[in-house]
């Protein structure tokens, strides 16, 4: 970088909102794993607690030295259905309370791990998580879970899918005090990566090493000023221009993570270079749509802005760290999106185009508030359909809904902080039962017979 775009890097941090948005720690469990649950609850603290003891000063004094902003600090751990199998308990509530304790005693905001993949079918730990889910969400306020049901290889665990609208609707209820805020800790995945440092969905693949310093960047803001510049133009110099800024924010996360890992002690794994909006004025992916020539999001000419985006900060990125993963292009929450919140409440985006935009995104459906009296299939179905999406495309997919109890559509819903508030979706009319009921597997698509 020379001096000017030193100097445009200081004015994106001061105008626009960029920042570091988490340096995660992903620690191991494996070895916490005992017959005697007591015993594996104190592995797990102490393997934490020690761990990520110096987590959150580093990040503070990374902040301080280069006046970059870090917003969060957080912890994945390896899945917990793994962790909890030997014990033989049959409610793992309690490993989500103690991953909450040891959260707070690093001071870290949220962990990740409270997991299972179950794409291909269940193990008994893997169906004792998942009803856990509920409670052990509503119980804690740190921890978060996140169940993948299906992949490209091998298809969609339907059963999964099915028990996973009762589990969401479950955990709705059990948090209706906070607007059934627990959904919001709860992802279902296609195609979950194992290095992913947001969250709710965050967990320590298996094949990761011991300790890990994962970065997640920001810059929605930043993007959406620096193609004002290019009002008019076509759109290979619009995507130049976001490449090229994608290129600046993927460097300050690189220098971040390098510089985290080196003073933990901990491994550099990856940076995810995902466009992460905020409720915040000016940091949102709808307003960067709309600058390309949207009237509104959810207009015609939706996705493919939403395409030309990704695929931009994509090429920008990758170029600018070592090592890319986790989920790497733009997010497009409801709630935690301010441009998003005030498309929905105008009637221009809906849940159908909202679905037709995650072909093309990072992610999939997320933070989107539904009607409370939505049904268990009608959630499974969703699910289902962006499953789909994911296995065909070979790409990440991801359900993050809040069926907020006692609501309905119009109503607006508080969540508070990054998670923002949003309005109450309209669902289908038209049911899905027969079609959630039938059980089973939905068969990978042709193009996953690659050996």
Do not use: W
């Amino acid at each position: 970088m020379n001096n000017l775009d030193i100097i445009e890097t200081i004015k994106m941090i001061g105008d626009q909102h960029l920042d570091i948005r988490t340096i995660t720690m992903g620690i191991s469990l494996l070895d916490c794993a005992d017959g005697d649950m007591s015993k594996a609850l104190v592995k797990i603290y102490d393997k934490i607690t020690k761990s990520a003891e110096n987590l959150v000063k580093t990040g503070e004094d990374i902040e301080k030295e280069y006046r970059i902003p870090i917003i969060n600090k957080r912890i994945s751990v390896t899945p917990i259905s793994l962790v909890a199998a030997a014990s033989g308990e049959k409610n793992y509530t309690p490993y989500a309370e103690i991953l909450d304790k040891a959260a707070s005693a690093c001071g870290v905001n949220f962990i990740g791990g409270f997991s299972a993949l179950v794409h291909k079918g269940y193990t008994d730990s893997d169906k004792i998580l998942i009803d856990s889910i509920p409670e052990a969400l509503a119980s804690t306020e740190k921890a978060c879970s996140s169940v993948n049901v299906a992949t490209t290889k091998a298809g969609i665990n339907m059963n999964a899918v099915r028990d996973m609208g009762e589990i969401i609707k479950k955990t709705a209820k059990l948090t209706a005090d906070s607007g059934s805020c627990g959904c919001a800790k709860l992802v279902v995945f296609a195609n979950v990566p194992e290095d992913n440092p947001f969250m709710a969905g965050a967990f320590h693949g298996i094949g990761e090493p011991e300790r890990v310093i994962n970065v997640g960047v920001s810059g929605p803001g930043a993007i959406k000023s620096a193609i004002e510049n290019v009002r008019g133009e076509d759109f290979e110099t619009l995507s130049e221009m976001i490449k090229k800024t994608a290129f600046k924010i993927t460097r300050m996360g690189q220098l971040v993570a390098k510089e985290a890992s080196e003073r933990l002690g901990v491994p550099f794994g990856i940076v995810d270079l995902s466009l992460a909006p905020t409720p915040a004025i000016g940091d949102s992916v709808a307003a960067i749509l709309e600058e390309m020539g949207l009237e509104k999001t959810g207009a015609h000419g939706t996705t493919a802005a939403l395409a030309l985006l990704n695929d931009a900060v994509k090429k920008g990125g990758i170029m600018a760290s070592s090592y890319v993963g986790g989920l790497s292009g733009a997010f497009i929450p409801v709630s935690e999106d301010s441009g998003m919140t005030e498309a929905v409440s105008l009637g221009a985006l809906s849940l159908e185009k909202l679905e037709a935009m995650t072909c093309v995104c990072s992610v999939g459906l997320d933070m989107i508030v539904l009607p409370g009296d939505t049904s268990a299939s009608a959630i499974s179905a969703i699910i289902a359909d962006e499953a789909a999406i994911g296995m065909v495309n070979s790409k990440t997919t991801a359900v993050r809904v809040i069926p907020a109890y006692g609501r309905k559509v119009g109503d607006i819903v508080e969540f508070g902080g990054l998670l923002g508030s949003g309005p109450v979706m309209p669902v289908s009319k038209f049911g899905s039962d027969i079609f959630i009921k039938r059980g089973g597997r939905i068969p990978a698509p042709v193009h996953s017979m690659k050996n």
